[in-house]
């Protein structure tokens, strides 16, 4: 069997699978589609979905929401991100569990609002104040935007944090043909609610400890300031030093949990295609097409942005001396490559014009 | 403004094609605020544009002056800077229901408590045109559409209301199919000094087709249209046979037959107490019903930029122009020397 669908719904649906009870929202294109499902889906299973007035106000109610036992989701584009910000400190440090979507356009500012672009990796990376890790993973396909939108909702209570899924327009709008077997299951593990006992755990520095609910269970207390284990505010100085080494190495310390990538290496092969979103279904079409022409060349889809597979990056370096990296961007993600690719030459396909890049180009920068 | 100068609709008029929907509401009140301000002889020099985004915010290309095309909700912050830093020029912000009212309330309400010099004209259309057909703050309760397919259950906001309780020194209402009313309106808040709000009833052709249809259409606006004049009993309706009567703070609609001429609600827009206004206000639910559009309020206060000017000129008096060569030494600095 096989059906008619866009990413955003694929989207929608990988978060109901995956226990979503909460969205809110505010209207943006290209991310309205996941709006305007969730409004229509979500109450359906007993869900809420909530238009915002902003999108200040959409993602403050999802940090309200799982403080009071959901899972929430939100869902924005660049612009909507920038508003995101404050909100996205405040999950961090409170260690809220929540799915942020970005379906990416062209930017800075309002920038082209139903032109793709993948101008956004960094931003989700770096979106909040206080330089602190991040998840976020990056459907390359349809299929990939069911599967990894459940995976980000697991990721999210593993960790007790923000999980961005980042997409795009182009991704998210498009209608595609899909095989209804390609839907992997994702287990979602259940949330653990802490009751009783401290909110935070700091020692062992990776450990989490779980989400205490409002309304269930023990008193608890969330705030954006430096905190103790309690939950209170404090100048400590071991205690916010110890707070801030925690919120660093629960995600450092288990990247073997979180990346992910779609590797197709050939053995031998001099080159090294690296891609990731849409541009990753260019990348697995061109070393096709090279490979029919008789060039040895290996493919890799990066599934986990940040934080970016690392171990899978450097074991398909092995005996490749060029890397490629196209990207609808001027190259932000290839800085990350190079730093892996430790002196071997790193090239970048970029298109900033708002088409995406052909696969042409790509074959030909690995000729 | 100069005596010399002889402007046509044509001078405010860019290059540029205009985007909208055919049938769209906001071609009449583009004609409309060109009209006026070639009528009324407005140097285009001394004139600002500012929006955000939405269907409304394209305003600012078609309009052959200074504009900003900003970002949502964000237009009436800019255009505070401006007119403060720039008090000589007339500053205009053309927002929407959902930017002004939903993602911009916050900046609406504070540019008009500071009675900032500038004139929002809201161009309510009751939905989101842009992102094509999402409900917005001022959608009635009930409305299905493409965000609230089980209905709106938000109340909505009624922005005239909305404008009085911010403070705004000057408030009214026009319907875009009524260029000599919308006209009118623009002329008086154009002249006046301070935070001017303007709500604009639009027609979405495309998204929310007939929402003022009890204020424009043929059969529907001679009952429902009250129009607000000032200094005259607030009569309505064939024959004027209809009228307002305000008892404790509340307006409500009578025959005038019944209560007699003189029990009518005289309106004054001009008395600083927004009570009068307020009631008013609270007639154009919908609107499904009768309606007042026209000027609500429009009082004298001192602006903001001239607030600040005196504090500026007052300062300088007492204590003479700064010197921040002498501010950064102070008093206790001293030179080392061998």
Redesign the interface.
């Given at each position: 069997m096989r059906e008619y669908i866009d990413g955003s719904t694929a989207i929608v649906r990988g978060a109901l699978d995956a226990g979503c009870t909460f969205f809110a929202g505010?209207?943006?294109?290209p991310a309205?589609g996941i709006?305007?499902a969730m409004?229509?889906e979500l109450?359906k299973v007993g869900g809420v979905a909530i238009?915002g007035?902003?999108?200040i106000a959409s993602i403050g109610m999802c940090i309200g929401a799982t403080l009071a036992g959901s899972r929430a989701m939100t869902a924005t584009s660049g612009?909507g991100i920038s508003l995101y910000s404050e909100n996205i400190g405040l999950a961090v440090m409170g260690e809220v569990p929540l799915v942020i979507v970005d379906v990416q356009r062209l930017g800075p500012?309002?920038g082209g609002a139903t032109t793709v672009s993948q101008g956004d990796v960094q931003f989700v990376r770096w979106g909040t104040g206080g330089g602190f890790p991040i998840i976020a993973l990056a459907p390359s396909t349809v299929t990939e935007s069911y599967w990894l939108t459940a995976k980000a909702f697991d990721l999210a209570e593993r960790f007790r944090c923000p999980v961005f899924v980042v997409t795009d327009k182009e991704l998210a709008t498009t209608l595609t043909t899909v095989d209804l077997e390609s839907y992997p299951t994702i287990q979602v593990r259940d949330r653990e609610v802490g009751s009783g006992g401290p909110p935070y755990r700091y020692a062992p520095a990776d450990e989490v400890a779980p989400l205490h609910e409002f309304g269930r269970g023990a008193t608890v207390r969330f705030t954006g300031s430096t905190h103790d284990t309690g939950g209170y505010i404090t100048k400590h100085l071991p205690t916010v030093d110890a707070l801030n080494r925690h919120l660093s190495e629960k995600i450092e310390d288990h990247r073997d949990e979180i990346e992910l990538a779609d590797a197709d290496l050939e053995d031998g092969a001099p080159t090294l295609v690296i891609g990731y979103g849409v541009t990753g279904g260019a990348v697995r079409a061109a070393v096709a097409e090279a490979r029919r022409r008789g060039i040895r060349v290996s493919g890799l889809v990066v599934q986990s942005l940040w934080p970016i597979p690392e171990t899978v990056i450097r074991r398909a370096m092995e005996g490749v001396d060029r890397v490629v990296v196209p990207e609808l961007n001027l190259g932000l993600y290839r800085r990350e490559v190079e730093r892996i690719a430790a002196g071997r030459s790193v090239v970048g396909v970029n298109r900033v014009d708002g088409e995406l890049i052909d696969v042409d180009q790509i074959v030909e920068a690995v000729t | 403004m100069t005596d010399t100068t002889q402007y046509t609709r044509q001078d405010w008029q860019s290059d540029q094609e205009v985007r909208w929907c055919p049938g769209c509401g906001d071609y009449t009140i583009l004609a409309s605020l060109q009209n006026f301000m070639a009528d009324f002889g407005v140097d285009r020099e001394n004139v600002v544009f500012v929006s955000g985004i939405g269907c409304a915010s394209r305003f600012p290309y078609y309009m052959n002056t200074y504009g900003m095309h900003g970002i949502h909700g964000r237009a009436p912050a800019i255009a505070s800077g401006l007119a403060v830093a720039r008090p000589d020029l007339s500053v205009w912000v053309v927002t929407g229901d959902g930017d002004a009212l939903s993602i911009g309330g916050n900046h609406i309400i504070h540019s008009m408590r500071r009675n900032i010099n500038i004139k929002v004209l809201l161009f309510n259309n009751q939905i989101y045109g842009l992102t094509k057909g999402q409900y917005s703050p001022t959608s009635e309760r009930g409305k299905k559409t493409k965000s609230s397919p089980w209905g709106v259950i938000d109340y909505p906001f009624n922005p005239v209301s909305l404008a009085i309780g911010a403070e705004a020194t000057f408030v009214a209402r026009t319907i875009d199919m009524d260029r000599p009313h919308t006209q009118e309106i623009l002329t008086a808040a154009y002249q006046h000094q301070g935070s001017a709000f303007v709500e604009i009833y639009q027609n979405c052709n495309v998204f929310n087709d007939k929402a003022f249809i009890a204020l424009t259409g043929k059969e529907e606006r001679d009952v429902n249209r009250i129009v607000l004049e000032q200094d005259k009993p607030v009569v309505f309706g064939p024959d004027d046979a209809m009228g307002v009567v305000i008892e404790h703070g509340e307006a409500r609609i009578v025959e005038v037959a019944d209560v007699g001429i003189d029990a009518i609600h005289v309106h004054d827009a001009t008395v600083e107490n927004a009570g009068a206004a307020f009631a008013l206000s609270r007639l154009s639910h919908g609107p499904t019903g009768p309606t007042p559009i026209g000027i609500f309020r429009s009082v004298d206060r001192s602006t903001y930029a001239s607030d600040l000017q005196q504090q500026i000129h007052d300062a300088q008096a007492a204590r003479g122009p700064g010197d921040l060569a002498l501010l950064i030494a102070g008093a206790g600095t001293w030179e080392v020397s061998d």
């Open positions: 505010y209207p943006i294109t309205s709006l305007m409004m229509r109450p238009q007035e902003d999108e612009p500012s309002t | -």
